[in-house]
């Protein structure tokens, strides 16, 4: 096939343009808009796995350990066609609740008070979830569940700070409750007093 002079040049300067692109990256060439160069302080490696949080303080993180609990795939109930008889999309998720040390210990004592009735003969606690008929959305919904059951349980155990203007405020309206009730224990025994028959001297 014959090649026109034109396009002979053409594919020499493309042929000299990738062997110069080729030896700039062979020789270490860096950009200054390279990504260590605009982020200097950041770690660019993406396989790095990060850390988990940890619960401090006796406070939940709302980190759930995958690892630590079990995860299975039921068959849905309800309507939703013959999907629902394929497909295994309700998600159960149970774990033993005695021995969950990633939930704190005050917390997780109150949260087993909490759901007694609901715990298996075998100690576990199961959250399910048939929300959706996505196995992965069930699952993050069952994850939200079990998440603001822990967050709630843990708001339950704080005690509210109350300041001095507001223990002032509350023990005037005790000493006004008691005073009005004394107030009126006092009208009552005088009416009871009145209602009583006059009695004649001998």
Not at 23 to 47: E, Q
Not at 65 to 83: A, E, T
Not at 164 to 186: V, Y
Request: charged letters at 30%; aromatic letters at 6%.
């Amino acid at each position: 096939m014959a090649v026109s002079f034109s396009n002979f040049c053409c594919l020499r300067r493309l042929l000299i343009s990738s062997t110069s692109c080729s030896r700039a990256y062979l020789s270490g060439f860096k950009s200054n808009l390279s990504l260590d160069k605009l982020y200097p302080t950041s770690r660019l490696d993406i396989t790095t796995i990060p850390k988990a949080p940890e619960s401090k303080d006796g406070k939940f993180s709302g980190y759930i350990p995958m690892d630590r609990i079990q995860v299975n795939y039921v068959r849905s109930g309800g309507p939703g066609g013959q999907n629902v008889n394929c497909v295994s999309t309700k998600t159960e998720v149970r774990f033993h609740l005695a021995s969950a040390d990633w939930i704190p210990e005050p917390i997780r004592v109150k949260l087993a008070e909490r759901v007694k009735n609901q715990i298996s003969k075998e100690g576990y606690f199961i959250v399910k979830s048939e929300r959706t008929r996505s196995q992965q959305l069930n699952l993050a919904d069952t994850l939200d569940k079990l998440r603001n059951l822990i967050h709630s349980v843990a708001q339950s155990l704080v005690v509210p700070e109350v300041s001095e203007e507001t223990l002032e405020r509350q023990r005037r309206l005790r000493e006004r409750a008691a005073r009005e009730r004394l107030k009126e224990k006092r009208a009552h025994s005088m009416t009871k007093q009145g209602r009583q028959s006059p009695t004649l001297d001998s």
